[in-house]
């Protein structure tokens, strides 16, 4: 049985050799039977079939000679080409051909052609490449072969698709992250909030979200005071993708303090996001392009953003909000979270939209003073990432995604919920958080999936 077949049954193998064997025994049978006529007796009249239209007779000719031979070379050939190719269920023929086989061929020997061009800028770095004017050329042609579909021959993106040509990047637009959003594509997501939180909340968010980059006269004050209150706190919490600021945190949410939207910017495109949420893949192309394609296409694809050859200067991170003093430590349970809005992320590029901002600083207890409860912290400021809506964050309760990260001890796992990893930003999104607090989550988080911290 093939088993790298679409099928799952021999079955079909068989099905196609029978069907292809009959079709060519029907076809010997349709000539031999077709050719019963015999050429007439020279001076013997040719008879008629008995047809006869309008006063035109069918004459009972025989099969004209070079058609039948003609027919029957046509029949042999195809008997050849089912020897020397496939064609007969799984058999792959006598010179084992395959349109895989070619592909891979016919790319070797244009490596061999065009390689040492592309080899020739592998050791420069991306600025210089960016600037050569020939690495330039071949980035466009790959360009425009394989990314002009979502992103436009222009570069600037369209509803639900990034524009390279700024520099909005929601996973980074340093070369270092393009290479990787090329190499290994990017899937983002953003939760769909309008069962959780209702026409008239969802709105409150919406325009709350508007009025962190909006002018006042395109939003409701009063639903914005509204909006912020929910955007900060439980059921969305919004703050863990997009900052306790609305300022985006890399990896995770759109920064929603600019004018950059994805998905769009209007009242209803924003409520059409919170409500309905987002989903964008942006697909690998590391299998597909070798590390020299890969090194030019993204010094291409950074200089779209960096026309003078040099990057931008990055603009400082707000200040984190001061923590709040005094409460009880079950506070922390209605901590910052926000509400999701519009912008939805997106992954074929770097950037993405999605919702909500300013996160409500969380109030603390002090941890030396009263025993910190990890769930509670868990519930407020974490469970949206591990609750299972955001891709790759492991999810509470599910072992198999805990277990090899606490192999690494709680230590580790410590130290990489206060300081950030990956995708995770610096505790949660919620710089308000103590350092107890964070640990405390941790231990409740690996304790409920099979650690015993």
Excluded at 152 to 179: R, V
Excluded at 189 to 205: F, H, T, Y
Aim: glycine content about 10%; proline content about 6%.
């Amino acid at each position: 049985m093939n088993t790298t077949s679409q099928f799952t049954s021999n079955f079909w193998n068989i099905y196609i050799a029978v069907i292809v064997v009959l079709s060519f025994i029907g076809l010997a049978w349709l000539l031999l039977s077709q050719n019963v006529v015999k050429r007439p007796k020279k001076g013997e009249e040719v008879k008629t079939t008995g047809h006869e239209w309008d006063g035109i007779e069918e004459y009972n000719n025989p099969l004209p000679r070079w058609w039948f031979w003609l027919y029957v070379c046509t029949w042999l050939f195809g008997i050849g080409y089912l020897v020397m190719y496939p064609g007969l269920g799984d058999y792959k023929g006598q010179w084992k051909w395959s349109s895989k086989g070619q592909y891979e061929k016919e790319m070797a020997k244009a490596d061999q052609e065009y390689g040492k061009v592309y080899a020739k800028f592998a050791k420069m770095p991306i600025e210089k490449v960016a600037k050569d004017p020939e690495a330039r050329a071949i980035g466009q042609n790959l360009f425009n072969t394989y990314c002009i579909q979502c992103h436009g021959s222009d570069a600037k993106g369209s509803k639900g698709f990034p524009n390279l040509t700024d520099s909005d990047w929601l996973w980074g637009g340093e070369p270092e992250k393009i290479h990787e959003t090329i190499e290994k594509g990017r899937t983002a997501q953003m939760a769909a909030w309008g069962p959780a939180l209702g026409e008239e909340r969802v709105k409150d968010v919406a325009n709350y979200v508007m009025s962190l980059s909006k002018p006042k006269d395109q939003y409701d004050e009063e639903r914005a005071a509204r909006g912020k209150a929910l955007f900060s706190g439980p059921p969305a919490n919004c703050f863990t993708c997009h900052g306790d600021k609305g300022q985006g945190i890399q990896g995770l949410g759109p920064n929603l303090t600019d004018d950059v939207w994805l998905w769009g910017g209007t009242q209803k495109s924003i409520i059409e996001t919170i409500t309905n949420g987002r989903h964008s893949q942006m697909p690998a192309w590391g299998h597909f392009l070798d590390k020299d394609k890969l090194h030019i296409m993204t010094a291409y694809v950074w200089g779209l953003s960096n026309k003078d050859g040099k990057a931008p200067v990055k603009k400082a991170e707000p200040a984190p909000a001061p923590a709040s003093t005094a409460a009880s430590s079950a506070s922390a349970s209605s901590a910052s979270a926000p509400a999701q809005a519009e912008k939805a992320a997106s992954a074929t590029d770097a950037k993405a939209p999605a919702a909500a901002s300013e996160a409500k600083p969380a109030e603390k207890a002090d941890a030396s003073s009263a025993k910190v409860d990890g769930k509670a912290v868990f519930e407020a400021n974490c469970k949206m990432c591990h609750g299972g809506t955001i891709p790759g964050a492991p999810v509470v309760g599910k072992n198999d995604d805990w277990a090899p990260r606490i192999k690494q001890g709680k230590d580790t796992l410590h130290k990489h919920a206060l300081e950030g990893f990956n995708s995770m930003p610096a505790k949660g999104g919620n710089s308000s958080l103590s350092d107890d607090e964070v640990k405390a989550a941790v231990d409740y988080m690996a304790n409920q999936s099979g650690a015993k911290f």
